[in-house]
């Protein structure tokens, strides 16, 4: 057995106490009062990498936060260049009252650790880490070049990432990105991801009286923002959950018969995806399937509403104003600052007489498909074989990464998508846990990737 | 003049200040944790009735708060007995950042005192409190029988007054009952409201998966509750403002051309009404001016909204669960059991698939009328003219009083509806007011009011 999965053997506790440590720092980067806890992970980050024997190690300060970079290139010319990502960041926790455990104190049980970024995405960015550390602590080196940047802005959109990589386009240069922040298809079914969606978030304020009015004295005769509110977003979709934004779907590449073929192949269980969410039936755009619905095409969701009296008992209140978040999955090739525009002019156009509309756009990204043939893929899929005794499924997933897109168009690299999480670990949600047997085979795999990347051809 | 409209004057200040004492009190009776202020609002009441010298005072206790009960029944058999009602619970003060000072700090400015209750409806039942004073520290007596309840659940429906009134028929026996708690037409011109609204108040939940869900693992193949909840509000209008509920407006009593022509010569300037709430439109029920929409005609508002994140940033989360407040404001002969049965069972009807919906009723209340001839009526206005200088108008108010329909119910009596407020006194909104003028003007008025009415025939 290679020297480096001993070490991974050997170390096993200490790798988890490591990561419980980077899980407890509340790195929340939605949340500006947050900052102190956000920064605090990066040098958490960068101490690892000056203890591990990386170059090049330090905090590139951004508008926002800091990434961290750390590098070795001593494994010679012929050998391809590894860029690894990660983030450091977290969603915020709430809410609060539907964790079983707190959210910044790691807590294990039957084999996870629970807590906020869990799995999304210190665990899976720190098994990246580890494996790198295996490598330089037993063989002295990498088989392979290697660049780690850990972005601390990924849960916002990373807004300083795209400049960034522009700015240090040729410090940045590689032959593939190496990225942990997927799922797995199943638990013990490894996959790859070659195609991811893209986002366009947007929030609507709906603005009716220049005041809270009683809803006796005025009721009738005012525009409710909240009744607005809610007949404008009832219609951005139709009952066959059809988006209805004109111009929507123009830009949206067709799923081809072998792709709905190969989805439908896939060892998908939808009752028991009913069962995990205790849903009575799935609901989604007419004609597709549930994987094809979560994967491959495009969405319209709510994320967050709020108006007039949420508290306890009955108040009798005609609400000055409403708001909502609203995101949109996109899919190639809709293009998000596109889609955002026709969701801003749709939503304007339907917006019912009497109350002022204002839309606001949030981050967005692209959706992005790697070529199934890159090399790269293939090393991974070994990796994958070698460590968890099966080949891994090739698959699109619903969740978007825009900095994939990014990174080809920067840096011109495919992305590689190792996920080592599972659709199970409520990431977003609360509770959201992590395997702790994957955090090892994800080390495992990762350490082996490097090595099988060595030696395939290009 | 008169000796006690000497005493009111002469105890201006005195009177002002015992209002702010109540006004500090944060009475909100929706508010389970302020259940200390509203017990030691009904204690100050109590105290007051006390030191003025009526009879039988007593708080009287209910699986709720407590009734304030006081009274005068020497003014002989041959005199009317009026029983004065009014409450002294407040709404929430939220949204709290909106107000521009402390809602239970009162605040004097341009002659009006700002605080919760102000207007409604501690200031306007204090003014009964005071007539009855200043009759019986200058007279020694009241020249109609008198008793006075001031409840404290009025703001939650008053859902144990109803048992208090049959259970206490005899002791409350009386020929009218005389309620400030209403607003004026406008600033110096008094009128008396005949007619009010009645309520029905739903809350209704959506739940959608066990979980929050991340919107792009998940989304596009899981209904959002958000999204249905909105698709089933927006369901109960149509887009003239016209509620959808099958059978809902059976049972409404359809303006009569007279009462149609009257209220469209009241002194009603609509470019005004728009300006006060900096609105660009009116909206409501197609067919019907802005008076009728806002007193004569039912209406539905939504009066909160809430799931998923309503955070900083953005949070890219399918919600478990949403839900809203929503409240339909009802006239004769609206039922609001049935209404709120018709409304739970249209809910279900048009609720999308993939989601639970729960349907509850908050409280509710019949709307009343009063017959225009009744004799009580023409002292008010008698009452009115000698303070104001000028006849009030007779008009219909939006607003709820439920208890009205129910004095009607279990003690026979008519009420006499003498607001002193205005509808600029942003009741059950951030910045509530009262002007002190009226507040004088009113306690003058009630005493006059009883002297009148001693006289009038029945």
Redesign the interface.
């Known amino acids: 057995m290679a020297r480096y999965f001993e070490y991974i053997d050997q170390h096993k506790e200490r790798f988890e106490q490591e990561l419980f440590d980077l899980l407890r720092i509340p790195s929340i980067?939605?949340?500006?009062s947050n900052k102190g806890d956000v920064r605090q992970a990066a040098e958490f980050i960068r101490e690892q990498f000056d203890q591990m024997g990386l170059n090049g190690v330090q905090l590139f300060e951004t508008p926002g936060n800091p990434v961290v970079y750390g590098e070795y290139m001593d494994a010679g010319r012929d050998k391809p260049t590894v860029l690894v990502y990660g983030h450091y960041d977290v969603?915020?926790p709430?809410?609060l009252e539907?964790w079983e455990t707190e959210p910044f104190e790691p807590t294990v049980r039957n084999g996870d650790v629970y807590a906020r970024g869990a799995s999304d995405d210190k665990g899976q960015a720190y098994t990246h880490v580890k494996a790198i550390e295996s490598w330089l602590k037993t063989e002295g080196r990498l088989p392979v070049n290697v660049k780690v940047i850990i972005e601390g802005e990924e849960e916002?959109?990373s807004p300083n990432l795209v400049p960034f990589l522009q700015e240090h386009k040729e410090m940045l240069a590689c032959d593939m990105v190496l990225i942990s922040d997927t799922?797995m298809f199943d638990k013990d079914v490894p996959s790859i991801t070659y195609g991811l969606?893209g986002?366009a978030?947007m929030?609507v304020y709906v603005q009716?009286?220049?005041?809270?009015?009683?809803?006796?004295?005025?009721?009738?005769?005012?525009?409710?923002p909240?009744?607005a509110?809610?007949?404008i977003?009832?219609?951005?979709?139709d009952?066959d959950?059809v988006v209805q934004i004109p111009g929507f779907y123009d830009d949206v590449i067709a799923l081809s018969d072998e792709e709905r073929a190969e989805s439908a192949r896939l060892p998908f269980d939808e009752q028991a995806f009913k069962d995990s969410?205790?849903?009575?039936?799935?609901?989604?755009?007419k004609g597709y399937t549930?994987?094809e619905?979560?994967s491959s095409?495009?969405?319209?969701?709510?994320?967050?509403?709020?108006?007039?009296?949420?508290?306890?008992?009955?108040?009798?209140?005609?609400?000055a104003k409403?708001g909502?978040?609203i995101?949109m999955?996109l899919v190639p090739d809709q293009d998000p600052k596109k889609i955002a525009a026709l969701f801003t002019r749709y939503v304007h156009q339907i917006a019912?007489?009497?109350v002022?509309v204002v839309v606001e756009e949030?981050?967005g990204g692209h959706a992005a498909m790697t070529d199934l043939n890159f090399y790269g893929l293939e090393a991974a899929s070994q990796a994958f074989e070698d460590v968890y005794g099966r080949k891994p499924l090739f698959t699109r997933?619903?969740?978007?990464i825009p900095i994939v897109a990014d990174f080809k168009k920067v840096l011109g690299a495919d992305s590689i998508l190792m996920g080592f999480g599972l659709?199970s670990d409520?990431?977003?949600?609360?509770?959201e846990k992590f395997s702790l047997e994957d955090f090892h085979r994800g080390i495992k795999t990762s350490a082996r990737f490097f090595e099988v990347l060595a030696g395939v051809k290009a």
């Open positions: 980067s939605a949340v500006s969603q915020p709430d809410p539907l916002i959109g799922s969606r986002l978030y929030q009716g009286p220049n005041r809270d009015l009683h809803s006796g004295t005025y009721g009738g005769a005012v525009q409710n909240l009744n509110l809610c007949e977003i009832a219609g951005l979709k009952k959950g969410l205790a849903i009575g039936q799935v609901f989604g755009e549930t994987l619905r979560k095409r495009p969405t319209l969701d709510v994320n967050g509403i709020w108006g007039g009296y949420q508290g306890e008992g009955a108040k009798t209140v005609l609400p409403a909502a978040k995101s999955r019912p007489a009497g002022t949030h981050h997933e619903g969740g978007s659709n409520a990431i977003h949600s609360p509770n």
